[in-house]
């Protein structure tokens, strides 16, 4: 629309041509021209349609005018400079030539609808690690970018490569066999770094969609590395990578190039490589800088609240006709001015003449479906942070009826004025919003045209950042520094006066003047720069007025209120600001002389990932004594004259007696050595550490203390990395009786990190030892168990052993620490950091709230541990598989009776979690059906019941085989239950009692684990299990795990759970069995279920079956995914009946490679073969013969259900005998693979599995069995070669099992 500094950008419809008028108009009075103050000369418009949408950075005035025949409005922006006007000339603009017109006058400019990409509710940040996906094995990664560690520079490949982090990197490979490393060493095959997987537009934690997925495109790639003449060919030793980001919509493209050179083989070939990550953009040149994180992101949508609901705010958007859309609105993005108009109809409500009914709609128009109440002051703002919101200012249209007693007064336009500052670093700002205000632009109803309203919706961003002036001599801002020290701090004054005038805020315009202020509730005193409202004298009750002083100023990040400690470890995931306190047994070696290098690199990438996601990080670190011990011992025995070494002998030289060495003296040698390391692994992530020693009395000088506290926070606002340590080489003994004072004095570490934590505020506190964490007996004895949580006052009941051995405390000290930390407010975990198993990934699992460690709190939980009711379903499993069939049927029985008495109760409750559902708004449609129970459903669930029950009499103990060994030694297998059983199911309430029936029956114990929004109906169902169990005393052997358990840490419970059973989703399926560990996994993770339609099939029965398959109940893991057809029916009346069919049902058609190349005119072409749609959508593919339909079905499906249709009995055959799934049908819908159908009553879910069972699971599902051997006095002796007895092995006759 106009130069170089500001572009606008028009949303385009491409479905039909659209006459597009952009006309230059002269300089016009009074509207269409704007006077300087100077009265020099006017400035130009440019114009477009006032109905299409405007987005631009244009600092330029705006206004509204008429076209020359007076008809249209105009939009218009004012330009200081007519040469910057693009359009000399109206433009009219057509589908077919809008390609030419891009070309002319700048992509830029416009972008057709079909060019805006898809919005994603996730985004990049600055410095997040890039995601790829590997599609062969569904396996969620980490782009990486290769790092040198070490004096010797060696690659360490563990680095994610971070967001927007364009650098590079080169490190060095050492290759002890060359031959070898060169066919199977991936580092150095060009292949590994673009072959096989895709990167990932947006992060995503959960399915993963194809239009996410971006290809890596190698360019001019090198051939595979080889062997040749004694030398390494093709080896890769240079990558670069070049990806393509835009905004909120994530990265567009993504390249690789290569150089590569030639390894010759010696002793110690190596190879110096070269990583390079270079981010680009086609961005705007006028648009804003990218703000970083957590702040907004230019382009970002703004996020609004209502009731405590996160949506993107929205303004109206207008359809082709110009009326304003029902349904649609255009969402608003930070940074971008944007106005929109359109039409509403008022003549239906007009009959009613109410006038607050009128304004009620035309204000809905406006807000769309609800209100919005609060606003996000960054783009990571958390809905149950209260500090991280502020409330929207609303003027709306009374003030303006003052004058006119009898008018309606009713809304035509809505200015949204959002006030915006960047804060933080300098060389890193970050753009929170400062205040966002709602004035409506009211007109008397009786002067418009009722029967089209025209309205307006303008939203404009204002940046309030105040630069501060460099010191004099010092560079400018813009050049490049390497720290912001150089300028002068910036502060803000906060005070709190409880007799001052109230602001009218939402009654007046923003302005700076003297005596104006800014009014905000306590706990939304937030990042706030220069807003200022007008006082009036009125008394200011519970409010605080934050007054600024002219001193430009800094915030610290929003950080959660502290106060309180965290009660659950899933709020763990909020926490900001975090201490870490690393133990003498973690930082040091088992020989206690030296440093564990490894295990403390790993522990700084993972202080380096929580501080780069916006975190506060801090570290208390032990480890000066252990190496300046090691430079005192080094230095020792190079200093000792050659003589002491001759007359010792080379061969006693290692035997050379050492002196004792001071721990003061060790504790001097080895702190800047330690600290250099420190500052040496932080480099590697661009985080800089800065060192602070600390003595007890530093804490008990007032002064020292403030200055300590000043301290810590200005490195924290420098986003620096503070390592603290006590200054072991000058510490005093501690001052006695101090502890009795309401403070902790620092004698160790732990009481160090302690007291810093409180003093602090910090949210977290992780104690880092060589021990797992509590236990209730002596770790190592038999009967010890770890403490998952920690209550105050247990402490009494816990015995504690020796310290370790190294440091100055044990786990006493490290308890009492704990406990004094959690009474000041902040959260504690105690783990072990020396386990190499878990080391490398410790410190995130707790903040990700894993069950690792022992967790402090202070609130304990109303019901038993997760731990607790699985011993609880154990205990109560034995005692039901005790009781008599009669008597387990009889509790299923009772149970069948609730759910239709109780009927009124279930759907009670079953309703508000649909209602929950729905106005959260993050249930798919399918979910939807799934969770919803109605009166048939329930009858059909107590039929199946019934079911169960009758078929159960001889589940338990029944006799599957008896084998005489040898006289009057017999030996019997019978069926026994597995013991306890977890099942986790999503979105269906139904499941509970269809499993818990199926439990009883089988003997077993259950643990139920139901997803969230079911939990009302989950609450009453498992009410009724317990109820009818209850009948004969084993009401424990069900329970529902009602804690805040993630389902990876239910998985770790291998010594409590035998077996568990996943229903859900594939993406649910594929979680459970990778985080299983050491507990099988019953399920299917997808149901790619085939029909195939052969040459001989009936007419009648091919529609039939197809749309039963399909259309039935598409979300089915038994519903058709893929449709097989022979070739030979192509272009036939049944194949037009097939497809006629599925339009009607309204089937989405995804053609198939082979079916594609038969069509000129095809459907979309399907992407994977291998897709479990759960909905209206399918694929059809070609097949010239059954031995291809089953080849097919073996290479893409999922051995869950396959479908024959055919009249002719040899293919059918065929058919059966070689598909190799769990359900292979002949003439039958897919929907019939499923328990109740199959007469067992109800299943805990379908396996695909080859082992124990597979297909559908009823109770024989949840039977093994055990042998039993009865004898009298024999043992194995006896049957040796010159023994008494012969083995005989008959086989006995099975005892008659129950008729009925």
Not at 1226 to 1237: K, Q, V
Request: glycine share 6%; hydrophobic share 40%.
């Amino acid at each position: 629309m106009c130069g170089s500094r500001a572009v606008p950008l028009l949303s385009l419809s491409p479905l039909s041509p659209l006459s597009l008028l952009l006309v230059s108009l002269p300089a016009l009075s009074p509207v269409g021209a704007s006077q300087r103050s100077d009265g020099s000369r006017s400035v130009s418009q440019v114009c477009v349609e006032k109905s299409l949408i405007f987005r631009s950075n244009t600092p330029y005035s705006t206004d509204i005018i008429s076209d020359r025949s007076g008809q249209d409005p105009l939009f218009c922006v004012q330009l200081d400079d007519s040469k910057l006007n693009y359009f000399q000339q109206p433009q009219d603009i057509k589908e077919s030539d809008f390609a030419q017109f891009l070309e002319k006058y700048g992509r830029h400019s416009f972008l057709a609808a079909s060019q805006v990409q898809p919005s994603f509710s996730a985004f990049y940040r600055a410095g997040d690690p890039v995601l790829i996906y590997f599609d062969s094995s569904s396996v969620l990664s980490m782009l990486r970018q290769p790092i040198k560690m070490g004096a010797s520079g060696l690659c360490v490949d563990g680095n994610p490569a971070g967001f927007l982090d364009s650098k590079s990197t080169s490190c060095t490979r050492i290759f002890a066999n060359l031959s070898k490393s060169c066919m199977t060493d991936p580092a150095l095959d060009a292949a590994s770094y673009y072959r096989g997987f895709t990167v990932l537009k947006v992060p995503v934690n959960d399915t993963v969609m194809p239009y996410m997925k971006v290809n890596v495109t190698a360019v001019s790639p090198p051939g595979a590395p080889h062997m040749k003449d004694n030398a390494c060919i093709n080896v890769v030793s240079e990558v670069i990578y070049e990806i393509e980001y835009s905004g909120t919509s994530g990265i567009q493209s993504a390249s690789v190039q290569f150089k590569i050179s030639n390894i010759s083989v010696n002793s110690r070939s190596s190879l110096q490589q070269r990583f390079t990550m270079h981010f680009w953009t086609r961005t705007l040149s006028r648009m804003l800088p990218r703000s970083g994180n957590p702040g907004y992101i230019t382009g970002a949508p703004l996020l609004i609240a209502n009731s405590g609901a996160v949506q993107h705010m929205s303004v109206l958007r207008s359809e082709n006709d110009g009326s304003c859309s029902q349904f649609l609105r255009h969402t608003v993005q930070f940074g971008r001015n944007m106005r929109t108009g359109c039409k509403i109809s008022l003549s239906p409500v007009l009959e009613d003449s109410n006038c607050s009914y009128i304004q009620q709609k035309l204000h809905k128009a406006f807000q769309g479906m609800n209100r919005t109440e609060h606003f996000a002051i960054t783009g990571s703002a958390h809905s149950a942070q209260a500090e991280e919101w502020m409330t929207i200012l609303i003027q709306n249209c009374s003030v303006q009826a003052v004058n006119c007693s009898s008018c309606c007064m009713v809304p035509v336009t809505l200015e949204i004025q959002i006030l915006w500052t960047k804060v933080g670093l300098l060389s890193n700002p970050q753009a929170q919003v400062l205040g966002t205000r709602h004035f409506y632009q009211c007109q008397p109803l009786r002067f418009l045209n009722t029967s089209m309203v025209p309205v307006t919706t303008v939203v404009t961003f204002t940046d309030m950042t105040d630069w501060p002036e460099p010191p004099r001599g010092q560079p400018q801002m813009h050049w490049k520094l390497p720290f912001d020290i150089f300028f002068p701090f910036k502060i803000s004054l906060i005070c709190r006066r409880h007799l001052k005038m109230l602001c009218r805020a939402a009654l007046s315009p923003l302005v700076r003047s003297p005596g104006w202020c800014f009014v905000s509730p306590p706990h939304a005193i937030a990042a706030i720069s220069r807003l200022y409202f007008p006082c009036h004298n009125q008394r200011l009750r519970n409010e605080s007025i934050r007054c600024w002083s002219n001193i430009p100023f800094i915030t610290v990040p929003l950080s959660r209120a502290h106060g309180k400690s965290f009660a659950h470890r899933s709020e763990l995931k909020h926490a900001k600001r975090i201490v870490v306190k690393l133990g003498s047994a973690v930082v040091t070696r088992g020989d206690e002389c030296g440093l564990a290098l490894g295990r403390l690199a790993s522990i700084v990438e993972q202080v380096s990932m929580l501080q780069n996601q916006g975190r506060e990080m801090m570290i208390v670190t032990s480890g000066a004594v252990a190496f300046g011990k090691q430079r005192l011992r080094h230095e020792i025995l190079l200093s000792q004259s050659v003589r002491q070494a001759l007359h010792s002998g080379q061969s006693q030289l290692k035997d050379v007696a050492i002196p004792v060495l001071e721990a003061r003296a060790c504790a001097a040698a080895g702190q800047s050595g330690l600290m250099a390391l420190y500052e040496a692994m932080f480099t590697q992530y661009s985080i800089c550490a800065a060192q602070i020693l600390v003595t007890n009395l530093d804490f008990h000088d007032e002064q020292k203390r403030r200055n300590l506290n000043g301290t810590l926070h200005e490195l924290l606002r420098m986003n620096i990395v503070p390592i603290i340590n006590t200054n072991d080489a000058v510490v005093p003994p501690p001052e006695p009786n101090s502890d009795l004072q309401g403070v902790i004095s620092v004698k160790d570490n732990d009481s160090l990190a302690a007291r810093l934590a409180v003093e602090m505020k910090t949210d977290l506190l992780i104690v880092l030892s060589d021990v797992e964490g509590l236990f209730d007996n002596p770790p190592g004895s038999d009967d010890a168990k770890l403490i998952d949580i920690f209550y105050p006052g247990d402490q009494q009941s816990v015995t504690f052993g020796t310290k370790s051995r190294v440091g100055m405390g044990g786990m006493e000290a490290k308890v009492k620490a704990a406990l004094w930390a959690l009474q000041g407010g902040t959260s504690v975990v105690i783990a072990n950091g020396t386990h190499p198993k878990i080391s490398g990934h410790v410190i995130t699992d707790i903040v990700e709230g894993k069950k690792v460690g022992t967790f402090f709190s202070e609130v304990k939980p109303a019901g038993p541990t997760v731990e607790q009711q699985a011993e609880m379903a154990r205990a109560g499993g034995r005692t039901l598989a005790a009781l008599q069939p009669e008597q387990r049927a009889e509790i299923i029985y009772r149970l069948a009776d609730l759910l239709t008495d109780q009927r009124e109760e279930i759907l009670l409750a079953n309703k508000k979690d649909l209602e929950e559902a729905e106005n959260k708004g993050r249930l798919a449609l399918p979910l939807l059906k799934r969770l919803s129970l109605s009166t048939s459903k329930l009858n059909s669930l107590a039929i199946g019941l019934r079911q169960i029950a009758a078929s159960s009499q001889d589940s338990v103990g029944r006799v599957i085989r008896r084998t005489r060994i040898a006289k009057d030694l017999d030996l019997e297998q019978v069926t026994v239950p597995i013991g306890v059983l977890l099942v986790i199911f999503e979105s269906r309430p139904d499941c509970l009692p269809q499993v818990s029936a199926l439990a009883i029956a089988s003997g077993n114990g259950l643990l139920l684990k139901g997803g969230k929004e079911a939990a009302h109906s989950n609450q009453i169902l498992h009410h009724l299990t317990q109820e009818a169990l209850s009948i004969h005393g084993v009401r424990d052997a069900v329970q529902l795990v009602n804690t805040r358990e993630e389902v990876e840490d239910l998985c770790r419970l291998d010594k409590l759970i035998d077996l568990i059973i996943p229903r859900g989703s594939s993406q649910l399926v594929r979680n459970i069995q990778k985080a299983a560990k050491g507990i099988p996994v019953m399920g299917h993770s997808e149901g790619i279920c085939h029909v195939y339609v052969d040459t001989d099939a009936s007419v009648e029965k091919v529609t039939r079956i197809i749309r039963d398959s399909k259309c039935e109940y598409p979300a089915a893991c038994n519903a058709l995914e893929t449709l097989l057809i022979h070739r030979d029916l192509l272009r036939t009346p049944l194949f037009d009946q097939i497809i006629d069919m599925l339009r009607v049902e309204q089937v989405k058609i995804h053609a198939g490679p082979k079916f594609a190349s038969y069509l000129t005119f095809s459907p979309s072409e399907v992407k994977s073969l291998r897709t479990e749609y759960g909905d209206l959508e399918c694929c059809i593919e070609v097949v010239d013969s059954v031995q291809e339909a089953v080849e097919h079905i073996h290479k893409y499906g999922s051995s869950h259900t396959d479908v024959i249709i055919t009249e002719n009995e040899k293919t059918a055959e065929f058919f059966l005998q070689h598909v190799d799934s769990a359900c292979v049908f002949w003439n039958a819908s897919t929907r019939f693979s499923d328990g109740y159908r199959f007469g067992l009553g109800a299943e805990v879910g379908i396996s695909t599995s080859r082992i124990h069972a597979r297909g559908p699971v009823g109770i024989e599902g949840l039977l093994t069995t055990k042998w039993l051997l009865r004898g009298d006095n024999h043992v194995v002796s006896d049957f040796s070669e010159h023994g008494s007895m012969k083995y005989l092995h008959e086989s006995l006759p099975l005892p008659q099992r129950n008729a009925n």
